[in-house]
């Protein structure tokens, strides 16, 4: 079974609201990272958070984990057309260990 | 962006015969991974490499093999194309256990 599990699956909002996604996982990890992919395209790299960090910011992108939870959010401030895609989050333990995808949130940001 | 490229971009094949994806690099990295993606599912390992000739299983492995016996290939191959295999396939790469994923733009393989 996958390591990260996105939750929830499908998030609509209007342009301007932030927009919070969740991710959880079952077993140690060295990192926790999220991806944006949008639609037929490959992914992008959005942020890694350590497994000693509890939050990291990048422009309107927040993520907190919270290892005791087993769990990671993403926020995004100040939504924008452009923020309409499917994020992922990758979880790995290091070394020589695989890193694994949720199946993904699909946001739709409302015009 | 990262130096890395999936070849081909697109193919279709018959049930039952061989197909083997490329990806290169040419960033030196020493992970290398592939990766399917399918509705519903989200991004699934396939196989992985840590190093020339250090591979191992992902979640989905049966049915593919890989190969690695230079530090910029890897190369997945299907022994025997099935209808269950067709996907779009991602390789990614990356420098160190602790760094972001670079991924490649996919080869999408139908199976008829």
């Known amino acids: 079974s996958q390591q990260g599990e996105e939750d929830p699956q499908a998030l609509s909002i209007q342009e301007g609201e932030n927009a919070t996604m969740n991710c959880s996982y079952k077993t140690s990890i060295n990192n926790l990272q999220w991806y944006r992919q949008n639609s037929g395209r490959g992914l992008v790299h959005l942020i890694l958070i350590r497994s000693n960090e509890r939050e990291k910011h990048s422009g309107r992108l927040r993520v907190t984990l919270d290892t005791s939870k087993k769990s990671s959010s993403l926020l995004i401030t100040a939504s924008r057309a452009a923020d309409t895609a499917s994020y992922f989050c990758a979880t790995g333990a290091g070394g020589k260990d695989k890193i694994i995808f949720g199946k993904g949130t699909r946001l739709h940001i409302l015009p | 962006d990262a130096g890395i490229t999936q070849s081909p971009r697109h193919k279709v094949t018959e049930t039952g015969t061989p197909v083997t994806l490329r990806c290169h690099q040419t960033e030196n990295h020493r992970y290398m991974y592939w990766y399917r993606q399918d509705p519903g599912h989200g991004l699934r390992l396939i196989h992985y490499?840590?190093?020339?000739?250090?591979?191992d299983k992902g979640e989905v492995s049966d049915g593919y093999s890989v190969s690695r016996s230079k530090t910029e290939d890897f190369l997945l191959t299907l022994e025997s194309a099935t209808s269950s295999q067709t996907s779009v396939y991602f390789c990614?790469?990356?420098?160190?256990?602790?760094?972001?994923?670079?991924f490649g733009n996919g080869t999408r393989l139908t199976v008829t």
């Open positions: 990614a790469i990356t420098g160190t256990d602790n760094s972001p994923l670079h």
């Open positions: 490499s840590y190093g020339v000739k250090d591979t």
